[in-house]
């Protein structure tokens, strides 16, 4: 079974970085994207970015284009994601998720696996 760890959540300050890591354990072989999906309080969960594993292909949410990127390391079963320019409407929980199949930003289906959340506050 799949196991998902996030981390590198926090406090910035608009226009600061941060980078969020998700360690995965136990991959199925019907693993085929991971993503990186957001939740703010009072609003619906919502996805930011998906790496579909195989090809390295990405996809992003409109919002986050051109300041947010997904990155994969093999090696390390480690997800990340890097945010740039981080504005207060980006605070929220983030997930990590693995799943069989996404397209674009959207895990069809039940999810393999959420990770636990981390905490991203930004300070206007």
């Known amino acids: 079974q799949v196991q998902l760890v996030e981390s590198g959540g926090g406090s910035v300050q608009a226009g600061g970085s941060l980078r969020l890591s998700c360690v995965a354990s136990?991959?199925?072989?019907?693993?085929?994207?991971m993503g990186w999906f957001r939740q703010a309080p009072g609003k619906e969960r919502e996805g930011v970015a998906t790496i579909y594993t195989g090809s390295g292909l990405t996809f992003y949410a409109d919002s986050v284009k051109g300041r947010f990127t997904i990155s994969q390391d093999n090696a390390k079963n480690t997800v990340y994601l890097q945010m740039n320019s981080l504005k207060p409407e980006d605070a929220a929980v983030y997930y990590c998720a693995a799943a069989s199949l996404c397209v674009g930003t959207v895990v069809v289906g039940t999810p393999d696996a959420w990770g636990q959340g981390t905490q991203v506050t930004v300070s206007s």
């Open positions: 136990g991959y199925t072989s019907s693993t085929t994207c």
